[in-house]
């Protein structure tokens, strides 16, 4: 079996997360850390305890380690779009945290230079491969619910002193807004749960009166979608919200409904008519990055790297979700209905 060797660009808790992932998973090596610091590099190769990997203080010096098959771009938001960029035209595979990009024009030269490239793509949408993702998925696929017109998901993580990303996450400049540095996990799982493209959006957004984590974007945000084959859905974020991780989705369909890891239905045998039954799963309860699924995630990216396949996370994607995310901010602005 080929050893795929790994490149990882950041040092951060995300980055951590990915290489115990990683290191996971049959085959594949870690062989390099990037951060701005060389110091700060050998620091975290030290902690992970990757013995073999090579410490290096720029990306472009990285992406030039003997043998490296692909990276894992962990850096801050605003960094993604150069280092895609770089990664695609180095010949790399890359997998790429959330948000890719936090304008339209970034995604488009990234995605440009992917294509061009033709290297393999995996963005951090990871909760698409936790259990109740996938029941819901499956269960539709089946027509367990019949024709869904209508869905909702929310995501609800204050994010304050308390956590780890909060001294850069209330930064416009880069976190970008509620729905890209956060929500994003509830819309994609959305359209990905719908699949079909949304063509319509309205929004609103806001901030509490006194702004006590002041943050310099509104934090909280609600959005109607209207998908091409006329499903109508709803997503809601708050990153001020006072209370525990809450990731709730609701899929509603001519022939039954699915509550996160509850489903009503009319062709099930066995269940009761008016009563939710219960499908014994994982469920997203905790924005702790430990707990997502990434292990799943990057074994399907190896996998696709060794039979030169595409994930089914893969930027082009992950692209719709963003190019709705843009939208949604742009509805909530200018308080008007946004067609894509």
């Known amino acids: 079996m080929q050893t795929i060797r790994i490149g990882v660009m950041g040092t ?14 049959p085959g594949v090596e870690v062989v390099a850390v990037s951060s701005k610091s060389l110091d700060r590099a050998q620091e975290r190769i030290a902690a992970w305890g990757l013995k073999n990997a090579q410490p290096y203080d720029s990306r472009d010096a990285m992406l030039q380690h003997p043998g490296l098959d692909a990276v894992t771009i ?14 695609a035209n180095a010949g790399k595979h890359i997998i790429i945290e959330k948000p890719v990009a936090l304008n339209p024009q970034d995604l488009q030269a990234m995605r440009q230079a992917v294509k061009q490239a033709g290297v393999v793509t ?21 027509n367990l619910i019949g024709n869904v017109f209508y869905g909702e998901a929310s995501y609800f993580h204050g994010i304050g002193p308390w956590y780890p990303q909060y001294s850069w996450n209330i930064k416009k400049e880069l976190a970008g807004d509620a729905v ?49 084959r006329g499903a109508i859905a709803k997503v809601a974020t708050s990153i001020e919200c006072r209370q525990p991780y809450l990731f709730p989705v609701l899929m509603q369909g001519d022939k039954g409904s699915l509550y996160n890891d509850k489903v009503a239905t009319l062709d099930w045998p066995g269940t ?22 990434y292990e799943a995630q990057f074994a399907e990216f190896i996998q696709a790297i060794r039979t030169g396949s595409q994930p089914s996370n893969h930027l082009e994607s992950a692209a719709h979700c963003h190019e709705v995310a843009f939208a949604i901010e742009q509805a909530a602005q200018t308080r008007s209905i946004i067609r894509l």
Not at 12 to 25: F, S
Not at 207 to 212: A, D, G, Q, R
Not at 282 to 289: I, K, N, Q, R
């Open 74 to 87: 962990c850096s801050a938001h605003t960094d993604h779009p150069a280092s895609t960029i770089a990664a």
């Open 122 to 142: 995996s963005v951090c949408f990871e909760l698409r491969f936790m259990g109740m993702f996938r029941n819901m998925k499956a269960m539709i696929q089946q």
């Open 12 to 25: 951060g808790w995300v980055a951590g997360a990915h290489v115990a992932a990683l290191t996971k998973i």
């Open 180 to 228: 890209l540095t956060a929500g994003c996990h509830a819309l994609d799982s959305l359209i990905w749960l719908m699949d079909d493209r949304v063509v319509e959006v309205a929004a609103m957004s806001n901030t509490s009166v006194n702004n006590p984590l002041k943050y310099e974007y509104d934090p909280n945000s609600v959005a109607i979608l209207r998908f091409s």
């Open 272 to 293: 009761t008519y008016g009563q939710w039954a219960t499908v014994p799963t994982s469920v997203p309860d905790s924005g702790h990055v430990d707990d997502h699924p």
